[in-house]
């Protein structure tokens, strides 16, 4: 079971949903809690190619049905998140690929040099900034040569901050991309084209064309596979979006989620 219900995209472990401290405790089985390193450079989330490399498994922790019992459930999951914890870029990964930076604009998007959105690119071992043309070196096994940061974990904590700051000082800010498509998600979990065109998101609203949606009826934004970005509204509507040649779904994610943290310190 993979507790944490998603893969990350700096290769560190999330912490588990307090939920499942409560599910856990209801098995009334032994628990065991396993740690895998070296999967993340095998296959990253960003990348379409798999790999060579060396993935291994090793126990952490046997908690019996009645160790379960006398713990509660949030002693649970912070136990579990302590077992669990791993940056996979401390990991050895074994051959490298010769394509192993394609696919890495979808997990980094802001260029720590010039401040570009959306400007990353990924090359065989190259990474470049569109914007100024900054060039980093991938190794394959998540170090970053040639800049401020040695780790793709490092990067994309920066770019997490760094859009925090834009949105908290720009009333204005906003981020877009050419050639968007918005699906509706029925409830067969079939997708119905509902609108294309230019995508949009800023402190009022998201927008595909002529289909508008004020952000605070939006509840919610996720990714699927690399860059595809999902959402639901306040009234338990599901939509997906998709770019033609790609997008950083993430970006889109991350720039949501600040926006709605400053909507909150507002009110």
């Not at 379409?48 to 922790?61: D, F, P, Q, T």
């Not at 669990?84 to 394609?102: D, I, N, T």
């Not at 000082?169 to 509902?194: T, W, Y």
């Amino acid at each position: 079971m993979f507790a944490e219900g998603n893969i990350t995209y700096d290769g560190t472990t999330a912490p588990l949903a307090p939920v499942n401290g409560k599910l856990f405790r209801a098995l009334q089985c032994t628990v065991v809690t396993v740690s895998v390193t070296g999967a993340y450079q095998v296959l990253p989330r960003w990348s379409s190619r798999l790999c060579r490399g060396n993935v291994s498994a090793k126990i952490k922790g046997v908690y019996t049905k009645e160790m379960l019992h006398n713990m509660n459930p949030e002693e649970i999951v912070a136990r579990f998140n302590q077992d669990l914890y791993m940056e996979q870029y401390a990991a050895e990964a074994g051959k490298v690929c010769h394509r192993s930076a394609k696919g890495i604009r979808y997990v980094l998007y802001a260029c720590p040099e010039c401040g570009a959105l959306g400007k990353i690119r990924g090359k065989g071992s190259k990474i470049r900034c569109l914007g100024c043309g900054k060039e980093w070196e991938y190794d394959g096994r998540g170090k970053i040569k040639g800049g401020r940061f040695q780790t793709i974990w490092q990067w994309n904590r920066w770019q997490i901050g760094f859009v925090k700051e834009l949105v908290q000082g720009d009333v204005n800010i906003g981020i877009s991309d050419l050639n968007a498509r918005l699906f509706r998600i029925a409830d067969d979990h079939k997708r119905h084209l509902c609108e294309s065109g230019t995508l949009i998101l800023n402190q009022t609203k998201l927008s595909v064309g002529k289909y508008v949606l004020p952000l605070e009826k939006i509840s919610r934004m996720d990714t699927r596979n690399k860059g595809i970005l999902l959402f639901s509204t306040n009234n338990e509507d599901y939509y997906e979006i998709s770019v033609r040649k790609g997008f950083s779904g993430l970006m889109y994610k991350t720039f949501f989620e600040a926006l709605k943290e400053k909507i909150t310190e507002i009110r």
